[in-house]
């Protein structure tokens, strides 16, 4: 990983990082499209032990560790993604149609915070082309698809836009292994959305109830700790056994202490990724684990994780699963052996045979179900 902080990262972060982004893309299908390539990452980079694999939602994962949305928007680096150790791979965010996304540039970088200010607006190459791709690249690791409504720059009818996230399913079902609901994207909404009430986050549901083998769909939404908020979502949610679980999303802003001066921060669109976040993030999680039905929910925890520590620490508060994407910028794809290899070490020296025996364990109403 030095070799990557020394060397390789003081030369991407000269080039603008968008670019980088695209130029990683690149490579990362040619390397993931042969079974060298595949095998080259797989050496380089996965770290395999018994105690990682776990279960969650149905599905079976070779590790928690996954590679978050807003990486592959489009499906191209799944294999690679998958080959470098990822314990799945969440694609998107992709909507029914195609979009732009917002006017660039639209990623900023804050190396002194190990974060990114992203305000992407959900390009996207549209569900019908992303899913044709991703159908000729199998994954061993869980592939999820994470849906979004098109960013039109302008604000949608509640009804228009549950219309939307029903058209944009259709050509993941018997592809993806579990669906992922952007239901408040920061950066096309400003983070409001239809669904907070409850009522149209159950129309949607409906929607989706009648569709033939739905995989499991988990909900991303923007972190809170609002119990009054929260009994809408899970009413809602009640009757709808497909929905296996949660992931939180960040609130647009910048509105973190930042070592990084006011000066580069303020003018900077977007919503805020990385290690700052880490602690909002977790406060949430603690929240929703201790009141959830943990027999028939799960929390997918995502936020600030750049080390193993981080990741173990979301997973002791309640995470079954977990993702990043900022700790890569920062620290290149070793993080995805470092972590992994280091989650496996702290379950050993705590004595945990599994990874699912520690979830929960340090959150104070793990004894409430
Ligand atoms: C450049 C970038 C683009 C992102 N795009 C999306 C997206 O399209 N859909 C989505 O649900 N989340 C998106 N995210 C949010 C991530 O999935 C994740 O929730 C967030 O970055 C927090 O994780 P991190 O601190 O490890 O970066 C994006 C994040 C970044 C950094």
Request: glycine share 10%.
């Amino acid at each position: 990983m030095s070799v990557y902080r020394h060397m390789v990262r003081p030369l991407l972060f000269r080039c603008d990082p968008e670019w980088i982004h695209e130029r990683a893309m690149d490579l990362g299908e040619r390397v993931g499209a042969s079974a060298a390539g595949r095998n080259l990452l797989k050496g380089l980079f996965s770290f395999a032990d018994s105690r990682l694999a776990t279960e969650v939602g149905g599905l079976r994962f070779a590790n928690p560790l996954g590679m978050a949305a807003g990486f592959d928007k489009n499906g191209r680096v799944i294999q690679a993604l998958a080959a470098m150790g990822f314990g799945f791979v969440e694609v998107g965010s992709v909507s029914a149609h195609a979009s732009e996304g917002n006017a660039r540039p639209r990623l900023f970088r804050l190396p002194l915070d190990e974060a990114v200010v992203v305000y992407y607006g959900v390009p996207n190459d549209g569900a019908e082309v992303v899913a044709e791709r991703v159908s000729g690249r199998p994954t061993d690791a869980p592939l999820g698809i994470n849906l979004v409504e098109t960013n039109t720059g302008r604000p949608v009818a509640a009804e228009a836009v549950v219309a939307e996230f029903a058209e944009a399913v259709k050509p993941f079902v018997g592809r993806a292994d579990y669906i992922a609901l952007n239901l408040n994207c920061p950066n096309t909404t400003g983070g409001v959305s239809p669904f907070d009430g409850g009522g149209h986050l159950r129309d949607l549901l409906q929607e989706y109830a009648v569709i033939d083998d739905l995989p499991p769909v988990f909900l991303k939404f923007t972190a809170h700790v609002d119990p009054a908020r929260m009994a809408r979502m899970l009413e809602a949610v009640d009757s709808f056994d497909f929905v296996k679980g949660f992931v939180f999303n960040l609130p647009p802003g910048k509105d973190y202490p930042l070592k990084s001066s006011a000066a580069e921060v303020d003018p900077l669109p977007g919503t805020l990724c990385g290690r700052p976040v880490r602690e909002m993030i977790d406060e949430a999680l603690r929240f929703w684990y201790a009141r959830i039905d943990r027999t028939r929910h799960k929390i997918i925890g995502v936020g600030g994780i750049s080390s193993a520590e981080d990741a173990y620490r979301k997973i002791r508060l309640g995470a079954s699963l977990v993702q990043l994407y900022s700790a890569l910028v920062f620290k290149g794809p070793g993080i995805v052996r470092e972590i992994n290899a280091g989650l496996a070490r702290l379950l050993a020296r705590d004595g945990y045979a599994h990874v699912a025996e520690a979830v929960g364990v340090d959150n104070e109403a793990k004894a409430v179900v």
